[in-house]
C-alpha cells in the first residue's frame, strides 16, 4: 500500500466554485502534513503546512484527521491562477525522519 | 537569485552515456534530496543525504550514484543512462525541524535516446 493515497481527478470547476480534495495516509506514525502546488513542467512549492487543528489561508482551509489518516483540502472561491497538481505530503518519525512522502497529486483545471 | 539551483535545466543524451546533474542550494540546509518525476507517477526518491558524511538511498536507486561535495552541493549521476530515465529530476533541500518541509529546485529534464 503507498504511504500516501489521492485521487488523481481531474477536477474541472468553474471560476468561483469550492473544490474539495482529500488524501489519506497508512503510517500512524506520521508526523508532519503539507499541500504543495505544483503548475506543469515546474518544481513543487509548498502551499500551506496542515496542522492537527486545522489551519486557514485565504481561500484555503486545510484539515487533518488523525483518527482516519485523513488529509484535506478546500479551495474556495476558486481562480484560474489556482490550476495546477495539488500534492499531500507527509512526513513520518522513525529512522527516515525527515523524508518525505508524496501522494501522485489531483490535477484542478478552473475555466472562466 | 534561486535558492536552489540546477544544472542543465534541460538534457539530451544517449544510451550508455555517464550522465551527471548538479544541485547547489544557497539556503544553508543540511539536508538534500534527489527525485524523479514521470507522469502518472509522482515524485519518487533517488537518494537524500542528512549532512556531508551521510548519503542514503530512496525508493530506485538502483542505476544512479551520489556526492555531497559540500553542504551546498548535491550531484546525481547517470553511471550508464537508458531510455527508462527519461524522466524530470528535482533537487531539494530541507533543514530538520518538525515543521520544516522541502524547497525544490527548478528541475532537470533528462532524454535519453
Known amino acids: 500500500r503507498k504511504e500516501v493515497e489521492q485521487d488523481p481527478g481531474p477536477f474541472n470547476v468553474p471560476e468561483g466554485a469550492t473544490v474539495a480534495f482529500n488524501c489519506t495516509y497508512s503510517?500512524?506514525?506520521?508526523?508532519?502534513f503539507f499541500w504543495y502546488r505544483q503548475d506543469c513542467r515546474k518544481e513543487p512549492k509548498l502551499l500551506m503546512s496542515?496542522?492537527?487543528s486545522g489551519n486557514e489561508d485565504g481561500r484555503f482551509t486545510a484539515q487533518l484527521n488523525r483518527a482516519s489518516q485523513y488529509i484535506s483540502l478546500l479551495i474556495r472561491d476558486s481562480k484560474l491562477s489556482d490550476s495546477a497538481t495539488y500534492l499531500c505530503?507527509?512526513?513520518?518519525?522513525?529512522?527516515?525522519?525527515?523524508?518525505?512522502?508524496f501522494g501522485r497529486g489531483t490535477q484542478l483545471t478552473v475555466w472562466p | 537569485d534561486a535558492d536552489v539551483t540546477q544544472t542543465p535545466r534541460n538534457r539530451i543524451t544517449k544510451t550508455g552515456k555517464r550522465i551527471m546533474l548538479e544541485c547547489s542550494q544557497t539556503?544553508?540546509?543540511?539536508?538534500m534530496y534527489w527525485y524523479r518525476q514521470d507522469p502518472g507517477l509522482g515524485l519518487r526518491l533517488i537518494y537524500y543525504?542528512?549532512?556531508?558524511?551521510?548519503?542514503n538511498k530512496g525508493e530506485i536507486s538502483d542505476g544512479y550514484s551520489v556526492s555531497r561535495q559540500a553542504q551546498a552541493k548535491f550531484s546525481l549521476s547517470l553511471e550508464s543512462a537508458i531510455p527508462n530515465q527519461t524522466a524530470l529530476y528535482f533537487c531539494?533541500?530541507?533543514?530538520?525541524?518538525?515543521?520544516?518541509?522541502?524547497?525544490f529546485g527548478p528541475g532537470t529534464r533528462l532524454t535519453v535516446l
Open positions: 505530503v507527509v512526513k513520518n518519525r522513525g529512522s527516515t525522519l525527515g523524508r518525505l512522502y
Open positions: 543525504s542528512f549532512d556531508v558524511k551521510d548519503i
Open positions: 503510517n500512524s506514525a506520521s508526523q508532519s
Open positions: 539556503k544553508g540546509h543540511d539536508r
Open positions: 496542515v496542522y492537527s
Open positions: 531539494a533541500t530541507s533543514r530538520d525541524g518538525q515543521y520544516d518541509t522541502q524547497y
